[in-house]
Antibody, heavy 121, light 103 residues
Framework: QVQLQESGPGLVKPSQTLSLTCTVSGGSISSGSYYWSWIRQPAGKGLEWIGRIYTSGSTNYNPSLKSRVTISVDTSKNQFSLKLSSVTAADTAVYYC?????????????WGQGTLVTVSS | DIQLTQSPSFLSASVGDRVTITCRASQGISSYLAWYQQKPGKAPKLLIYAASTLQSGVPSRFSGSGSGTEFTLTISSLQPEDFATYYCQHAGTFGQGTKVEIK
């Protein structure tokens, strides 16, 4: 059974860089045809896709966040990571990591439990 | 960019009711649509993918239909554990959500 777990600071200062890691257990992050994604959800609001990284290392980002987002993978640790630069209060949200199995139009079949990141001085 | 519009945004229903939620895409997306259920404080849970395929372990009272630009999620007999928010999704786009509350 695949499990995903987000980790990282729960509080980030404005203008700084938000950094989160998703650890994958129960399977190799580099085997198979998977997209590893980040999705966020401000309190009381809907879901916003941030971006994804493919098993090969190629990435796709939400155009609205593209200039500030970097997603990378560390296969030796079975982890992938999110960096979001120049954060503001609008980036306060629960951040989820999730897996897509198969093609880019496949659904998110496994999710982490989510981690709350607050942007505040 | 493709937009997904769900209706209604809010739905009040009773246990045992048949409930239908609609998701409309701004352009044709074939059958590449998924539905998720989210309860407070929890991650979304995949219910249906490819518009009508039930994810393993999901009760058969949930069903999905549609293709192209119009899709529906139906709960045939609403159960107490079904009160939640439901989202449709295509690629990197989510609908705005439909909250199902107890009448």
């Amino acid at each position: 059974q695949v499990q995903l777990q987000e980790s990282g600071p729960g509080l980030v200062k404005p203008s700084q860089t938000l950094s989160l890691t998703c650890t994958v257990s129960g399977g190799s992050i580099s085997s198979g045809s998977y997209y590893w994604s980040w999705i966020r959800q401000p309190a009381g609001k809907g879901l916003e896709w941030i971006g994804r990284i493919y098993t090969s290392g190629s990435t796709n980002y939400n155009p609205s966040l593209k200039s500030r987002v970097t997603i990378s993978v560390d296969t030796s640790k079975n982890q992938f990571s999110l960096k979001l630069s120049s954060v503001t209060a609008a980036d306060t949200a629960v951040y989820y990591c999730a897996r897509v199995q198969g093609g880019g139009l496949a659904p998110f079949d496994y999710w982490g439990q989510g981690t709350l990141v607050t942007v505040s001085s | 960019d493709i937009q997904l519009t769900q209706s209604p945004s809010f739905l009040s229903a009773s246990v045992g009711d048949r409930v239908t939620i609609t998701c409309r895409a701004s352009q044709g997306i074939s059958s590449y649509l998924a539905w998720y259920q989210q309860k407070p404080g929890k991650a979304p849970k995949l219910l249906i993918y490819a518009a009508s395929t039930l994810q393993s372990g999901v009760p058969s009272r949930f069903s999905g239909s549609g293709s192209g630009t119009e899709f529906t999620l139906t709960i045939s007999s609403l159960q107490p554990e079904d009160f939640a928010t439901y989202y449709c999704q295509h690629a990197g786009t989510f609908g705005q959500g439909t909250k199902v509350e107890i009448k």
